[in-house]
């Protein structure tokens, strides 16, 4: 009788073993791979965004600071828009006086990014604010005016002298191919504020 014999290709069967292995370790080292360029991005994402914060607070900052020097200088050389009766208006004792460095301070603080304000004057017992804004396609214009608005009047040490803060009048208009908005608003002092001002008169 012949004899039968099963032969088993044990170096296939290592091979196939060690293939299957050779997988595993790649895509463990694909996942890998994946895991470190995704943190690697989110730290250059995180570095980046933080350096702009950085950059838009030391802007804002130097804005700020500009803007109260040269209202200080133009105060002193009589350039700014307030008639002489009005300066001394606005000389008041400690305790009396309308502190309007800090409300300057205060619109330039507020005053969003894409926004600029080109003119401050003090009239008839009336302070105007006159800007101007970027005018975005998904953006109604007077939505623009009306949001800084109720800034001003949210912000209980620029608003807490004025009866009322409005908006007063607005155009449009290009410059360098962009649509801009300008426009004015008008906040006119409160009773007590006005006494305060009549009384010094």
Do not use: C
Request: positive net charge.
């Amino acid at each position: 009788m012949d004899k039968k014999y099963i032969l088993i290709n044990l170096n296939k069967t290592i091979s196939n073993a060690e293939l299957q292995e050779l997988h595993q370790e790649r895509n463990r080292w694909i996942l890998f791979t994946v895991i470190s360029v995704s943190l690697f991005a989110l730290a250059v994402w995180f570095l980046l965004i933080n350096n702009q914060a950085n950059s838009i607070i030391t802007e804002r900052k130097n804005i700020i600071d500009k803007l109260i020097i040269d209202t200080d200088a133009l105060k002193n050389e009589g350039q700014i828009n307030l008639s002489k009766k009005d300066i001394n208006n606005l000389i008041k004792t400690e305790g009396e006086r309308i502190i309007w460095s800090e409300k300057l301070k205060i619109i330039s603080e507020i005053t969003p990014l894409d926004m600029a304000i080109t003119g401050l004057e003090f009239k008839n017992l009336k302070f105007i604010i006159k800007g101007i804004s970027k005018v975005h396609e998904d953006e109604k214009e007077f939505l623009i005016v009306e949001k800084f608005i109720n800034t001003l009047k949210s912000n209980e040490k620029f608003s807490n002298d004025f009866r009322s803060i409005k908006f007063k009048g607005s155009e449009r208009d290009l410059s360098r191919g962009q649509e801009i908005f300008k426009f004015t608003i008008e906040a006119e002092l409160n009773k007590k504020s006005k006494r305060r001002l009549r009384g010094k008169k």
